[in-house]
Structure formats: C-alpha cells, structure tokens
C-alpha cells in the first residue's frame, strides 16, 4: 500500500457494534504522535528544578539528536533505558508529576502532529478505544494521553519507595513488553487483537505491530519501513505539528489547566471529530 495521508485508509467507515470483541488503537507516542522524544522534551524543567545536571542534559540531547536521526535499535534502548533509571534515581516522584503539570501545555502542545490528531479523532468517531503504548514513564505518558483523549496507557513503571524511585525497573515498556501491556488490557477490556490497530514508527515495535491485524508504521525508521514494505502494511507520514490547546481560551492557573484536563481533552475531541466530519461532508 503506497505512503500518505491516513484518510486514504479510514474515511467514512464505521465498525458494526454487533462485531465480536472491541476494537483498540494503539499508539506508540515518541514520533508517532509527537514530534520529539517526550522524555527529552521535559528536560528543561527537570534541570530547572535541580533534577538534572548540565552533564545530564548534554547527554540527553545527544541521545535525542540521534533518536530523531535515524530511531533508535534494541542496544540503543537498552543503553538510553540504564541511563535513564540510573539519573532518575532518588528524584522525588510528586515533583517528577508537579513538573510535567505545570509545563504539559508549553512544552507537548506545540508538539502534537495534526495529522495523528485527527487519527485518533476518527477512532473515537468510529468507537473504538485509543490506548498510548510507551517506553517512557508513566508519570510522562499519562497526563499527555489525557490530553489526547485516550481511554487507557501504557507505559514503564519506575519502582518506588518512600516517594522517591529507586532506580529500578518494575515493568518496561518495550518491545515484548508493549505486547504484554495489551494483551492484559485486551484480557480486561474485551478487545480482539485481531480486529486491533497498531501505530509506530520504530523497528523496535514490530512486535506490536505483529501482535494486531491493522499494523501501520508511522514515519518509520529504516528497519520498520523495510518490514512495512515487505508485509504490505500502510505507511503513513506525519509532518505537521500544531498547537491544539490554542485553538481555546486556556485557563489563568496551571493548577486549574492540571485538574481541568479530563474536561478540556473531551471538548478538543469533540471540535475536531467536528472538523473532520465537515471535511468529510
């Protein structure tokens, strides 16, 4: 199937309700859904509030300069994934989700591509589930997926103890991990894998691009566009990042734009479901 815009795919379908088992989208979030690494993209603040050194941020932003080079392999992840757990080690966990809360909006919303925007829109018009599958912690993932509008995450699981991570790993999410992760979910929820979608942009999700009967990759790195090629799966290109929460008055408090997230996540489903049935019309 050649490469292009999504709606050359979906447009104008609707699954039948009667189906057997629920229908998920499941999507990979690191440029998939947004144009950077979402770990990298709080180091700023991290490092404002004393969480990182300058050496850290170095070392993060060459780790970042390769990972939007050419993605990153099984070694690469294992390497970024020991340095990550061994720099957050001792960080306290409510200032860890104190930043990201305050910063979500300036730092995520300019990154969101409009194109998987209106994607996960078209699930949801279509009534499936949206779950954001991540290597990143969770305490990074969720609030962004709120943003999004998805009904489940999943993401790595720091080990805590007494508020503070240890440096341990409880579960990661990556590579089989991310298969684990929603075969739970598809246990709990009732979904059929087989009748799933999948969309990533890296080599090191083939297994959960495997896993469903819909794989797509998403401005796939070498290794997944040959895999896509050979299996004949679509290949779609998103470019456009665009600032979502500007389109509406945000509120005057970062702690109201904190708790008011839910809300606002639903209106900003709604106006661009309304703006994709429009264009459909």
């Known amino acids: 199937m050649p490469e292009g815009r999504w709606r050359y795919a979906y447009a104008g379908r609707v699954d039948s309700p009667t189906a057997d088992g629920r229908v998920a989208a499941f999507f990979d979030l690191d440029k998939t859904v947004i144009a950077k690494s979402s770990t990298f993209v709080f180091s700023k603040p991290f490092y404002a509030q004393g969480l990182l050194n300058r050496r850290d941020v170095l070392e993060s932003s060459y780790a970042h300069f390769l990972f939007m080079l050419s993605g990153a392999d099984h070694d690469q992840m294992e390497r970024m994934r020991a340095h990550l757990t061994n720099m957050c080690a001792g960080w306290d966990v409510e200032q860890v989700k104190t930043i990201v809360a305050e910063t979500l909006h300036e730092l995520v919303d300019p990154l969101i591509y409009a194109e998987a925007a209106d994607l996960i829109a ?17 305490e990074i993932v969720g609030p962004i997926a709120e943003v999004l509008g998805a009904s489940h995450t999943a993401a790595t699981r720091m080990v805590v103890a007494d508020g503070k991570y240890t440096g341990e790993v409880e579960f990661y999410c990556y590579g089989a991990g991310k298969v684990a992760a929603i075969e739970k979910l598809a246990a709990s929820e009732g979904y059929d894998l087989t009748r799933c979608y999948a ?31 050979a299996e004949g799966w679509p290949i779609l290109a998103f470019s456009n990042p665009v600032s979502l929460w500007a389109r509406f008055q945000a509120p005057s408090s ?18 661009i479901s309304y703006r994709l049935l429009r264009r459909r019309s």
Do not use: C
């Open 199 to 229: 969309y990533s942009d890296s080599v090191t999700d083939l297994p959960l691009l495997h896993a469903v009967g819909h794989p797509t990759a998403v401005n796939p790195d070498r290794g997944l566009r040959r895999e896509a090629l």
């Open 254 to 271: 970062t702690t109201l734009a904190a708790t008011a997230v839910v809300g606002l996540s639903a209106l900003l489903a709604g106006a």
């Open 122 to 138: 078209d699930h949801k018009i279509r009534g499936h589930d949206v779950v954001i599958v991540s290597a990143s912690g969770e």
